[in-house]
C-alpha cells in the first residue's frame, strides 16, 4: 500500500537519519537508501520533496491550482506564482504528491488512472476517518478538502496538511541509540493501542464498516483480489491457494471478535514521529481502515518477527537482516503483545486466541497486495519504479503465512505458559463478553441514568437494563459466575469479572451481580429441590432478585460469630428477631428473598455451630426497612444499602439451609468464591480508572 515515508524528511545534528528543509527557490530530490533505511539530500538542490512527476500520473497543474484557490481561499494563495508538483517515490497504491506554492506547502492524494479493482483506493474514507480522528485528537494530518469531481485532475482526490517530522523505513533504527529504540517501538505499540481504545459510537462512526465477521471479509476480499489478479496473469501461486484453503479452515468463529477502529496497514513507515521527540505526530496511509477486529492490526503489525534478509528488496521489509528481536533497545515479539494488551488494559495472557491465524492472514493479506502491485506494473500504472520485484515478494509472503500455520500444527497441543491457564472457550467468552459491554453496555449507559434519574425513586431497574439483559441471555453470555451452568472455572470466571467490573451496570447485565451470585451458589450447593424451585429458577431466569443480611449495628460482625439476631424454633416455624444494616440491595422493588444469619442455637454449641441461615421473604409480617445508608454521600442505586428491622418474623423450618447450626459452613461456602468475584471486579474498576488517568 502507500508508502508515505519520504511525505517528511527531518532533522538530526548528525545528518544521518534524515533532512528538514529551508524553502528557497530551487528543487530538490530525495533518494531513499533502503538498506538503512535513511534519506540523503542532493546537495544541489534546496526545498522541495520528491521526484519528477510520472508520466502516467500526469495532470493538468493549472486546473488544479484554478480549484484549489476557488475551495480553499484560506488555505491556498491566490497568487499567479509558479506551481511546484512532485510524486512521492515510495508508495504502491494511492499516488502522492508534495504541493508548494509560494511558501504553503500541502500533500495530495488520489486515486490511481486506469481500471480499479472493485473496492480499492477508495480516498473519500481515508479523507473522512482522519477529518473525524484529528477531531477527535488523535495523531493525524489536517484534512483540508475533498473532491469528487475527476474533471479537475483525471480522479477524486484530497488535499491535507504538509507537516513536518521523522518517518523510518527500517524498523531495526539504525544509528539509534538502545534507548531511543525503547522509545520508538513504546510509542509506536501504545499508538495503535489508543486507535483501538477509541470509542467509534460516540464518533458517530457507525456506519463506517460493517460490525462483526472481519476476518472473514479480510479473507474473502484478500483471496478475491488475488483471483481478479490471476485471471489477468496467469500468474499462479499454489502456496497463496493453499493458504487460503487452510485460512478458511482455522476461522475463528465471529462472535470471538472485538470491534475497533482499525488502521488496516499499520506499520513503522506509516507513522511520523516528532522531528526531535519520539512520540508520534501522525499516523498516515488510512485506506484500508475500517471498523474490524483489532488483532488484525496487531497481526500486520508483527509480520516483522516472521521474515528473513531474502525479503529485503521489499521496501516493507527493509533491514531484515537478523532477527529484530536480537536488535538492542527492540522488544521481542511477545513483549509487543504485552505492551500492547497493558496500553488498552486488557488482561495478560501468554497466548492470544487465535494468535497464529492472525499473523497467517497478515502474510495472505500481503501477498495479495503484492500480486495487485505486480498487476499494475504489467499494466504500467505502479506507482513505484520497485513494482517489478513484488511477483516475488508475493510467492515469499505466502509462504511465510504457510509457515506459521505449519508450525502450529506441529505444536497443537497448545503449551500454554499462564500461571492460571484458561480454556479455549474460556478466552471466547471472555471476548464475546468485552464486545457485548463494548457494543451495548457503554453505549447504554447515558440513557440508563436518565431513566435511573426520572423515576419516582432511585430504587428501581430501569427500562434499559431488561432491554440489555434479553439480547445478554439471547447472546448465550447469562450466569456466566456457576459453573454448573456456564462450563467455566472459577479462574476463567474471574477473567469476565474483571472485565465488567470496568462498568458499573455491566455486572448485572449479564446476570452476574452480587449479592445475588452468591445467593445462587448458595441454593445451588445447599438448597433442597423445594426451595430450588421457589427461588433458584427465578433468580438464574432473572425475574427477581436478593439480598444477603448478616453485618449488625450493634456488635462487631466483622466477626461473624458475635452476630445477635435471634432465630428460635417454635413447632414448624423459625421466629426471627433483629436488627441488620448494610444489607445491600434491600430496598430494591424486584429483591424477593433475603437470606439472613443469625444466632439459632445456645452457648452450649461451639462457636461456629451457633448460627444458621434461613430464607425469609422480603414481604413477610415484620421485615421493614428502617433507612436507607450512604456511603461519603452516594446512594449507590438503585442497589443501595440499607438497616432492616426484624420484628416477630416468622418463616417455616423448610426454610433452612443445610440445617440448624450450620450457617458458618453455609456462609464460608458462599464467601469464598464471592470475594475472588469482587476482588477481580475491583480490580477492572482500579484499571479503568488508571486508563482514564493517562
Known amino acids: 500500500m502507500l508508502r508515505l515515508s519520504t511525505l517528511l524528511p527531518v532533522h538530526c545534528k548528525t545528518g544521518i537519519r534524515c533532512k528538514s528543509f529551508n524553502y528557497s527557490a530551487s528543487s530538490l530530490y530525495f533518494q531513499h537508501n533502503r538498506r538503512r533505511g535513511l ?12 521526484d519528477d512527476v510520472r508520466s502516467e500520473h500526469v495532470f493538468n497543474i493549472l486546473r488544479l491550482d484554478e480549484y ?54 477508495l480516498i473519500d474514507r481515508e479523507f473522512h476517518i482522519q477529518s473525524v480522528l484529528g477531531d477527535y485528537g488523535f495523531p493525524v494530518p489536517k484534512m483540508l478538502h475533498y473532491c469528487s469531481d475527476q474533471s479537475v485532475i483525471g480522479t477524486e482526490f484530497y488535499v491535507m496538511e504538509h507537516m513536518k517530522g521523522r518517518i523510518f523505513t527500517n524498523h531495526m533504527l539504525p544509528d539509534f541509540s538502545s534507548k531511543d529504540r525503547v522509545e520508538i517501538y513504546a510509542e509506536f505499540i501504545n499508538t495503535l493501542g489508543e486507535l483501538h481504545s477509541i470509542n467509534w459510537c460516540k464518533l458517530g462512526l457507525e456506519k463506517f464498516g460493517r460490525v462483526g465477521g472481519y476476518s472473514q471479509r479480510q479473507l474473502a476480499i484478500w483471496t478475491r483480489q488475488y483471483k481478479a489478479v490471476v485471471e489477468k496473469t496467469s500468474n499462479h501461486d499454489k502456496a497463496m491457494e493453499e493458504l487460503s484453503k487452510r485460512l478458511e479452515q482455522t476461522l475463528p468463529s465471529s462472535e470471538c471478535e472485538a470491534i475497533s477502529i482499525v488502521h488496516g496497514d499499520y506499520r513503522m513507515d506509516n507513522v511520523m514521529f516528532h522531528p526531535t521527540e519520539n512520540r508520534i505526530i501522525a499516523v498516515l496511509d488510512w485506506e484500508m481502515s475500517t471498523l474490524g477486529d483489532p488483532l488484525v492490526d496487531l497481526g500486520y503489525l508483527c509480520q516483522i518477527y516472521h521474515v528473513g534478509s531474502e ?14 528481536s536480537d536488535v538492542e533497545g527492540i522488544p521481542s515479539e511477545p513483549n509487543v503483545l504485552e505492551s500492547y494488551l497493558k496500553a488498552r488494559c486488557l488482561p495478560l495472557v501468554s497466548n492470544i486466541p487465535h494468535w497464529p491465524f492472525y499473523l497467517a492472514l497478515a502474510f495472505h493479506k500481503t501477498s495479495s497486495i503484492a500480486h495487485g502491485v505486480y498487476h499494475r506494473y504489467l499494466q504500467g500504472s505502479a506507482s513505484s519504479d520497485t513494482a517489478h520485484l513484488f511477483k516475488e515478494g508475493a510467492t515469499l509472503m505466502s509462504a511465510y503465512g504457510l509457515s506459521i500455520l505449519d508450525a502450529e500444527s506441529s505444536t497443537s497441543t497448545n503449551k500454554d505458559l499462564q500461571l492460571f491457564p484458561i480454556s479455549e472457550k474460556g478466552k471466547e467468552i471472555l471476548i464475546r463478553v468485552k464486545a457485548f459491554i463494548k457494543d451495548h453496555v457503554i453505549p447504554a449507559f447515558p440513557l440508563y441514568e436518565e431513566q435511573l434519574n426520572n423515576g419516582q425513586s432511585r430504587f428501581h431497574s430501569p427500562p434499559i437494563m431488561e432491554e440489555l439483559k434479553v439480547k445478554a441471555k439471547t447472546a448465550g453470555l447469562w450466569n456466566l459466575f456457576l459453573p454448573s451452568v456456564s462450563g467455566l472455572t472459577n479462574v476463567e470466571y ?68 458475635n452476630l445477635q439476631c435471634d432465630i428460635q424454633q417454635i413447632g414448624e ?15 430494591e ?7 439472613l444469619m443469625g444466632k439459632s442455637e445456645d452457648d452450649t454449641k461451639g462457636k461456629y455451630q451457633r448460627h444458621t441461615i434461613v430464607i425469609v421473604p422480603s414481604n413477610a409480617p415484620g421485615v421493614k426497612i428502617k433507612r436507607h445508608l450512604t456511603v461519603f454521600g452516594y446512594d449507590d442505586a438503585p442497589h443501595g444499602h440499607f438497616e432492616l428491622e426484624f420484628k416477630d418474623v416468622r418463616v417455616p423450618t423448610s ?39 493517562c
Open 655 to 693: 426454610n433452612v439451609i443445610l440445617g440448624r447450626g450450620r450457617g458458618f459452613e453455609v456462609a464460608q461456602g458462599r464467601l469464598g468464591p464471592g470475594r475472588i468475584h469482587h476482588c477481580m471486579r475491583m480490580i477492572g474498576h482500579a484499571e479503568l480508572a488508571l486508563q482514564l488517568m
Open 68 to 121: 484549489l484557490k476557488n475551495e480553499l481561499p484560506k488555505n491556498y494563495p491566490s497568487t499567479e506564482s509558479n506551481v511546484i508538483l512532485r510524486q512521492y517515490s515510495l508508495g504502491q497504491s494511492n499516488p502522492t504528491f508534495y504541493l508548494r506554492k509560494d511558501d504553503s506547502t500541502f500533500v495530495v492524494r488520489k486515486k490511481p488512472p486506469g481500471p480499479l479493482l472493485k473496492g480499492a483506493h
Open 39 to 50: 534519506f540523503t539530500r542532493n546537495q544541489h538542490r534546496s526545498d522541495v520533496e520528491g
Open 311 to 324: 525479503i529485503n528488496f521489499l521496501p516493507k521489509f527493509t533491514g531484515n537482516d537478523k532477527p529484530l
Open 573 to 587: 416455624e423459625f421466629v426471627i428477631n433483629g436488627r441488620k444494616w448494610w444489607t445491600s440491595g434491600a430496598g
Open 589 to 595: 422493588s424486584r429483591v424477593k428473598l433475603i437470606l
Open 494 to 561: 474471574s477473567l469476565i469479572a474483571e472485565e465488567t467490573g470496568r462498568n458499573p451496570i455491566a455486572p448485572e447485565v449479564f446476570n452476574c451481580s452480587a449479592p445475588d451470585t452468591g445467593n445462587m451458589e448458595v441454593l445451588h450447593l445447599f438448597g433442597t429441590e423445594e426451595q430450588k424451585k421457589q427461588w433458584l429458577r427465578p433468580l438464574l431466569d432473572g425475574t427477581m432478585r436478593s439480598c444477603f443480611a448478616m453485618t449488625e449495628p450493634d456488635v462487631a460482625s466483622s466477626d461473624a460469630t
